[in-house]
T-cell receptor, first 112, second 111 residues
Framework: GAGVSQSPSNKVTEKGKDVELRCDPI?????LYWYRQSLGQGLEFLIY????????KSGLPSDRFSAERTGGSVSTLTIQRTQQEDSAVYLC??????????FGEGSWLTVV | GEDVEQSLFLSVREGDSSVINCTYT??????LYWYKQEPGAGLQLLTY?????DMKQDQRLTVLLNKKDKHLSLRIADTQTGDSAIYFC???????????FGTGTRLQVFP
């Protein structure tokens, strides 16, 4: 597609439920990133995929968070047993290796 | 550590120049970026500079890089109300593809 596509754009969920956030990167981009932005805060790195290499998961805040990337393209970020502090915008980005990184519009998650 | 530092707020009058500063962490970072985020929107890439450059100009935007001090700045000439947003600097850590962001500077432009 023309840009990085994320879905859903908005999600309200009850505390304790699981959520899945999807990212479609720009076609052909081998690198894919997930970041989190809490209200009024900067961007927090979560996880990075590059081709077939093992992902860099160093930013995942707890074992409730996981992500996968199927076929080197689409990625899903899963948050299990959501907590109110998980409320944030989850941003996905993609790039060619070493090149400009482009962001999606984000998935706005609210845990009530 | 991996803290990219920016001042939190900047307020300027319409028509004046704005200068947003950033101190990054890794002297081997290859690319340094400036992103803009308008309220309720995603991140928009404004410009970037390769680490072997000192300056890059793109229309109203001028990026200055001081590698010795690990200091990056973004100058916006003739600032307009539409420039009001949060501006994030980011560094691409050397030897990786990990992009680390600053805390963001909220720019407010008043008439």
């Amino acid at each position: 597609g023309a840009g990085v596509s994320q879905s859903p754009s908005n999600k309200v969920t009850e505390k304790g439920k699981d959520v899945e956030l999807r990212c479609d990167p720009i076609s052909g981009h081998t690198a894919l990133y997930w970041y989190r932005q809490s209200l009024g805060q900067g961007l927090e790195f979560l996880i990075y995929f590059q081709g077939n290499s093992a992902p860099d998961k160093s930013g995942l805040p707890s074992d409730r968070f996981s992500a996968e990337r199927t076929g080197g393209s689409v990625s899903t970020l899963t948050i299990q047993r959501t907590q109110q502090e998980d409320s944030a915008v989850y941003l996905c980005a993609s790039s060619w290796v070493g090149n400009t990184i482009y962001f999606g519009e984000g998935s706005w998650l609210t845990v009530v | 550590g991996e803290d990219v530092e920016q001042s939190l707020f900047l307020s300027v009058r319409e028509g004046d120049s704005s200068v947003i500063n950033c101190t990054y962490t890794d002297s081997s970072s290859t690319y340094l970026y400036w992103y803009k985020q308008e309220p309720g929107a995603g991140l928009q890439l404004l410009t970037y500079i390769f680490s072997n450059m000192d300056m890059k100009q793109d229309q109203r935007l001028t990026v200055l890089l001081n590698k010795k001090d690990k200091h990056l700045s973004l100058r916006i000439a003739d600032t307009q109300t539409g420039d009001s947003a949060i501006y994030f600097c980011a560094e691409l850590l050397g030897g990786t593809d990990k992009l680390i962001f600053g805390t963001g500077t909220r720019l407010q432009v008043f008439p």
